[in-house]
Nanobody
Framework: QVQLVESGGGLVQAGDSLRLSCAAS????????MGWFRQAPGKERELVAS????????AYADSVKGRFTISRDNTKNTVYLQMNSLKPEDTAVYYC???????????????????WGQGTQVTVSS
C-alpha cells in the first residue's frame, strides 16, 4: 500500500499564496499518477490538479487554471501544489491522491479506488 501525508494548509487572506506538500511512502512513487482533490462542506470531492507519472503532463480544473501549479519530485517521493491568488471559494479540505494508471481519473473518489491522504484544511478569508 501507498501512504500519503499532506501538509502546508492554513488560514490566509484572499490574494495570498500557499504551497501544499504530499509525502508518499513506498518505492514505486513514480508508478502512480498523482492529483489534488478538494472538498468543501456540502459539496462533492472534485479534482483540482493532476500530474502524470513522469511529471511531463499536467491538467487543471478551469476554476484554478492559471493560479495553481502541480509538480512532483520523484527522487523525494513528494508532490506539490503551489496555490497563488487564493480566493474564498478555494476554501476546502485538500486531499492528495495516487492513481496507478498513467493519468489521474477525475472519478477516483466516486470509484472508491486509489490511495488517499488524510487531507489538509485550506481557509481563505475575504
Amino acid at each position: 500500500q501507498v501512504q500519503l501525508v499532506e501538509s502546508g494548509g492554513g488560514l490566509v487572506q484572499a490574494g495570498d499564496s500557499l504551497r501544499l506538500s504530499c509525502a508518499a511512502s513506498g518505492r514505486t512513487f513514480s508508478s502512480y499518477a498523482m492529483g489534488w482533490f478538494r472538498q468543501a462542506p456540502g459539496k462533492e470531492r472534485e479534482l483540482v490538479a493532476s500530474i502524470s507519472r513522469s511529471g511531463a503532463t499536467t491538467a487543471y480544473a478551469d476554476s484554478v487554471k492559471g493560479r495553481f501549479t502541480i509538480s512532483r519530485d520523484n527522487t523525494k517521493n513528494t508532490v506539490y501544489l503551489q496555490m497563488n491568488s487564493l480566493k474564498p471559494e478555494d476554501t476546502a479540505v485538500y486531499y492528495c491522491a495516487a492513481d496507478p494508471r498513467h493519468f489521474m481519473s477525475p472519478r477516483l473518489a466516486r470509484e472508491e479506488s486509489g490511495y488517499w491522504g488524510q487531507g489538509t484544511q485550506v481557509t481563505v478569508s475575504s
